[in-house]
């Protein structure tokens, strides 16, 4: 058993946890009713509020802090933050949860005034509380601050806050029961002083609790937002207010920079590390900064999917991609948000992790999925992917992969028409299908001798084909066109032709158990499919698993490495550490440093090679 206020009392309760606020809920509930309306001089009322208000700057200085396009210039620790990490955070709003309780309790005691005797704004409330917050928050917590170094209190209480290594908004308010009552009587102690003075007021409780949460959240940001000429024109000013970079320290090295908002008191007591001021400015001016070995670039999927990113809902993007019904209120917000990329936006970072000391990135080109299917939107999106390019080739990125449709053959030539235009590029541009065909190919069971195969004449349908038909493995190809047929069944050598087999009807493989899907298909024609077939996909978006007879797999993805680091969101419908083959494909072109570009035509003789290779390198099929 750990020692008293170590560990929540509500911890085993998972989710369960919200339904503490239940009492006041109800209340509140109960006095809408009878007053027949909000009942806005209610204590209940307002600490919902306040609870809503708390969440929602919590979350918008995670989602900015996250906001790689606006922040990435000025992150104090480059690491990124891993699933680890975001699971060990996961119950970050305990804090929130003891200080609304905690507050219920207080305020309905009969020695606090109620919530109709306030005034609206009293001065002489806001000067008395903060004469107590540099007098006695301060100092106090700064004590306290360090006495939770020392010792069993370092291990039993605070060596779970600092065991995240890049600090986050959230992390703020991680810890344990006994931190967040230290933190809840700084923050509370020159409310309650004022409200002793007779000085209390209702924007009093809601500025002082907004300017607390609001510089705990700055803190802990990981980004950089105060200029360092700010300081360099008002030297005191450093004492007055700390910096993000300030309080990473302080997680780092854990013997320095204790104070709560002002560096004044670490001053005082010789607690400032020396480089503070000096790391400050060397962030600030964006030296931190690093340029990508690697970039995946992807776009959007849907409109509503486009939440899906790690500046959005940490709980969300952390887990495969899933349409979770309390994101389906912010469809209009996503909407206009699709709108205004349209008008005006450009291709941004995403989301970035280390492997093995490079710098993978992942940008998105700000367009939709339907939107490449809209003929005069098509050049619009060549060019948005060809300023990619030429950005990445201008910074000294090494490999840049095509997503999905960014690589779409009838859009861009799988990539031939930038390659092609820019023939010095010395950035490499990647495709990925090879991979993701060897992918394909190698989920197929050694013992297989037919298989199905649709989107034949794709760009992955025509490798597949003539990868199997050299196993001597019979292809029946589903296509209209026997042109097309004709010139893929040509490319195969001679004596496997006949492996090659043309059908134009989907009862042409009642009979087939294997089908390698590669254009979808509606639940209608899955009917021809017999009993016990497994549909091989490489169709985006995959096909609705409509029979239950058959077994449906994944798209073509691999598992990275077990090294790689700082990787803590899902991409889209993959599960954790699991990526697109597309884009396991260019950190395999990354990784072994190959020269040439992989765009157009797949090479079917170097499918094997690259197989090959990403299993050399630690990647695995999930």
């Not at 750990?2 to 503490?20: D, F, I, M, N, R």
């Not at 975001?86 to 109620?114: H, K």
């Not at 449709?405 to 990539?415: D, P, Q, S, T, Y």
């Amino acid at each position: 058993m750990g020692s008293p206020l170590s560990a929540w009392p509500w911890a085993g309760l998972g989710s369960y946890k919200y339904l503490l606020y239940g009492p006041l809920f109800g209340k509140v509930a109960h006095e809408w009713r009878e007053q027949g309306g909000a009942p806005t001089e209610s204590w209940c009322f307002h600490l919902l509020l306040l609870l809503a208000l708390r969440s929602l700057t919590f979350q918008l200085w995670f989602s900015y802090g996250n906001m790689l396009f606006f922040t990435r210039r000025r992150r104090v620790v480059r690491d990124g933050v891993d699933f680890q990490q975001i699971d060990q955070e996961w119950d970050w709003d305990n804090m929130v949860i003891m200080q609304t309780l905690l507050g219920a309790m207080v305020t309905s005691s009969a020695l606090f005034p109620s919530f109709s005797d306030l005034r609206v704004w009293d001065p002489r409330g806001w000067a008395v509380a903060l004469l107590l917050h540099v007098a006695v928050s301060e100092p106090a917590f700064r004590w306290a601050h360090k006495a939770l170094h020392r010792g069993p209190l370092f291990s039993e209480h605070h060596s779970k806050h600092h065991s995240s290594p890049v600090t986050q908004p959230l992390t703020a308010a991680y810890g344990t029961p006994l931190e967040s009552l230290v933190l809840t009587l700084a923050m509370g102690a020159p409310i309650a002083g004022a409200f002793l003075a007779g000085a209390g007021s209702v924007s009093l409780v809601y500025g002082h609790i907004f300017v607390f949460d609001y510089l705990r959240c700055m803190g802990y940001s990981n980004v950089e937002v105060i200029s360092h000429r700010a300081f360099e024109a008002f030297p005191f000013l450093r004492y007055l207010i700390y910096t993000p970079t300030y309080l990473s320290l302080h997680h780092q090295e854990k013997d320095c920079n204790f104070c709560l908002f002002m560096p004044l008191f670490d001053a005082l007591g010789g607690t400032i590390h020396p480089r503070s001021w000096e790391l400050q400015k060397e962030v600030d001016q964006g030296k931190n900064d690093r340029v990508p070995d690697f970039v995946f670039l992807a776009h959007v999927v849907d409109v509503v999917s486009s939440m899906h990113v790690p500046f959005g809902f940490r709980s969300c993007s952390s887990l495969p991609w899933s349409t979770h019904l309390v994101l389906l209120p912010l469809w209009p917000m996503a909407f206009c948000i699709m709108a205004l990329q349209v008008a005006c936006s450009k291709t941004f970072t995403v989301s970035f992790y280390y492997l093995r000391g490079r710098f993978h990135q992942t940008w998105t080109i700000p367009r939709y999925s339907f939107q490449y299917f809209i003929p005069p939107m098509k050049e619009g999106i060549n060019h948005q992917i060809e300023l990619a390019i030429l950005r990445a080739d201008k910074m000294g990125v090494k490999v840049l992969s095509l997503a999905a449709l960014n690589k779409n053959e009838a859009l861009n030539g799988g990539g031939t028409l930038f390659v092609s235009k820019h023939p010095n590029l010395r950035v490499r541009v990647v495709h990925g299908n090879t991979l993701t065909a060897a992918v394909i190919l190698n989920q197929i069971p050694s013992n297989v001798k037919e298989v199905f195969l649709t989107g034949a004449t794709s760009k992955l349908g025509r490798a597949i084909a003539l990868y199997l038909c050299r196993k001597k493995m019979r292809v029946l190809m589903l296509t209209l066109s026997s042109e097309r047929f004709l010139k893929i069944q040509r490319e195969a050598p001679a004596e496997f032709q006949q492996y090659l087999v043309q059908v134009t009807k989907y009862h042409a493989a009642k009979t087939c158990k294997t089908w390698l899907v590669g254009k979808w298909l509606s639940p209608r024609e899955q009917r021809w499919a017999p009993p016990g077939t497994h549909f091989h996909q490489f169709v985006v978006p995959p096909v609705i698993e409509f029979r239950r007879d058959c077994t449906y797999g994944k798209l073509a993805a691999m598992r990275l490495p077990k090294d790689v680091q700082g990787l803590g969101s899902c991409e889209y419908t993959m599960e954790r550490g699991v990526v697109h083959a597309c884009h396991a494909g260019g950190v395999v072109h990354c990784l072994e440093g190959w020269e040439h570009h992989e765009v157009g035509a797949i090479d079917v003789d170097r499918i094997d090679v690259v197989w090959k290779a990403a299993l050399k390198h630690g990647l695995s099929p999930p």
